[in-house]
């Protein structure tokens, strides 16, 4: 199973080479970054270094890139290609906390140009053998997700599924990830703690394990899908002449149905989810009682008491070095727990 690490588990700062060594000194088997700020520049000799840094140490890589626009995925899908990266994540707005309200009466509209602009780069993804990974970033249900993929129907958009930003939008982690699952291309291993709040609840962040998460069923429901689905997508892509899960060539598809996933540890400030206010839902389709069930039991099954303190110290205003404890902490404890229930092997380096 690739599990790797990503870049945003950490505010205090690791470049690319450090995540790698990080990733090699834990046993896991890739790690995400943004090329932007991890990298000295997107010049050829900068993106040869990494993607020769991580071949030799056996890692997959992930590029991050921001919110869906055309110059962005026009510089980054190509250096994505030139770090060895079969995946390019990016996000479709800024809103968290599931709160629309900035994009009132505005959201399916944004929906749409997101849409459209990713239609426009298919060609360059398509080029450059690099899948476009839309990420369900504190903001969007399992529906416009699933809408997004099917409108444009290319084995070179995928799905990055945030475990924990589901919990924004009053959605619980098996449904979610049941609905998108023949467009999963990588996933955020993330845990999240349920705080109630006098507008609704509060998801802080958490070590993997200790929030709501049921992570040997969530993985057992992805990795059973992925091995029914064998090395080809479900939607008929597959390259002949590698059934490895590795990158193929430029020009061609490089999904063989290898869900990559990386340690993404939550927000360092909690996300506010205003569910009890009425103005929260104007920009959402209406839904019925019964479809938020399975999301109500796991909020009662697993809400904290009211007083509990959900703060990080960056909330607290404690120090830089405060933080950097806080986090190893945090990451090193994510590993054991992945290690616990067999998601990584840390004695080989492999999964």
Known sequence: MPVGVCAYSFNTGYDAFELMDMAVEHGLAGVEFPPDDCLPDLSPASLARARTRAEENGLFVVADGGQVEGEMLRRLIPAASGLGASTLRVVMSGVLGGDRRPLSGRWNAHLAACRDILREMLPLAEEHGVTIA????SDATSHDMR???EELDSPYIGITLDVGNVLAVCEEPFGYTERILPYLNHVHLKDY????????????RCSLGSGVVDYPGLLALIDGYRARRGP???????DPEDQSGQSGQPGQSRWTGEIT????LGAIYARHVRMLMEDYWAEYPDR????????????????????????????????????????????EESVAYLNEIGAVRTDSGAS
């Open 134 to 137: 839309v990420e369900n970033h």
């Open 147 to 149: 809408w997004l993929c």
């Open 193 to 204: 703690t349920i705080h109630p709040s006098d507008e609704g609840y509060r998801i802080a």
């Open 232 to 238: 080809a997508d479900s939607r008929g892509q597959s």
């Open 261 to 264: 996933k990386t340690i993404e």
């Open 288 to 331: 019925d009682i019964r479809d938020l069930l399975p999301f109500l039991r796991l909020y009662w099954s697993h809400v904290r008491p009211g007083g509990e303190d959900w703060r990080t110290p960056r909330e607290k205003d404690e120090s830089i070095e405060a933080l950097k404890a806080y986090e190893t902490r945090e990451f």
